[in-house]
């Protein structure tokens, strides 16, 4: 038997109708560094949270004015829940997730005036996803390129983002989507369709085909099963 431990984050999040955040403004990395520096969190969270930002911004898994519009809306919330929302940023950057999504989901409902700790589900829920989905991708061997594939074609297309990196990211959202939107955890085979789905949409568009098609290949209800096992129980990781 499957033992859903989260059962109760995902009914908290079911029914969030979040509506689109507006265009980040352009800001240049020190302003978001900052903020960092004004919130009231401990001094050894700002500084690791400070080392992790530069190179995500640099390497482009974090827009400046993404990070900036969120630590601004950060700023109103208790000095517990900033320690919250940097911390699982931080966890997000360290293992190396392109996090622009996840700032902006929880900039929705940051700005729609959601409290905090529904905020804070769906970002713990978005990042053991990333997490999760990252482990079983690489344990079953797809995320590496084919030995015969051109380094030419698996070249990044934005300043240090792999096509791995943006993989996971693609399967980890759709799952989280099927999710956030209310679909029971059990139900693997629509959640498998759906990104069955999505990744097929983004063969040769926005990830290339040589990463894509094994996935595609290996993909099951027992592969997305693997992962939502992992995301909600992380304790198995």
Do not use: C
């Not at 240049?28 to 911004?57: C, F, H, N, T, Y």
């Amino acid at each position: 038997m499957i033992r859903w431990a989260w059962i109760s984050l995902l009914l908290v999040v079911v029914g969030m109708a979040w509506g689109q955040v507006p265009l980040a403004p352009e800001v240049p990395p020190e302003e978001v560094l900052a903020l960092v520096r004004a919130l009231e969190i401990p001094d050894e969270l700002k500084v690791g949270a400070q080392l992790e930002l530069s190179p995500a911004m640099a390497e482009g898994r974090l827009t400046p004015g993404v990070a900036f519009a969120f630590l601004s809306e950060v700023q109103g919330l208790s000095p517990g829940e900033q320690a919250d929302a940097l911390a699982m940023l931080v966890q997000g950057l360290e293992q190396g997730f392109i996090l622009d999504p996840l700032l902006n989901e929880a900039l929705k409902g940051l700005r729609l005036n959601r409290p905090w700790p529904e905020v804070a589900g769906v970002l713990e829920l978005r990042v053991n996803l990333l997490v999760a989905t990252q482990q079983v991708l690489e344990s079953r061997g797809l995320l590496s390129p084919p030995m015969a594939t051109p380094l030419y074609e698996l070249r990044t297309t934005q300043s240090g983002i792999s096509p791995a990196m943006q993989l996971v990211l693609e399967t980890a959202w759709a799952i989280g989507d099927f999710l956030v939107a209310g679909g029971s955890p059990a139900d693997v085979v629509p959640m498998a369709s759906l990104l069955k789905s999505r990744l097929s949409r983004l063969r040769d568009w926005g990830l290339p085909s040589q990463l894509v098609d094994p996935v595609l290949e290996s993909l099951s209800p027992i592969l997305v099963q693997e992962i939502v096992e992992l995301a909600l129980n992380p304790e198995r990781r």
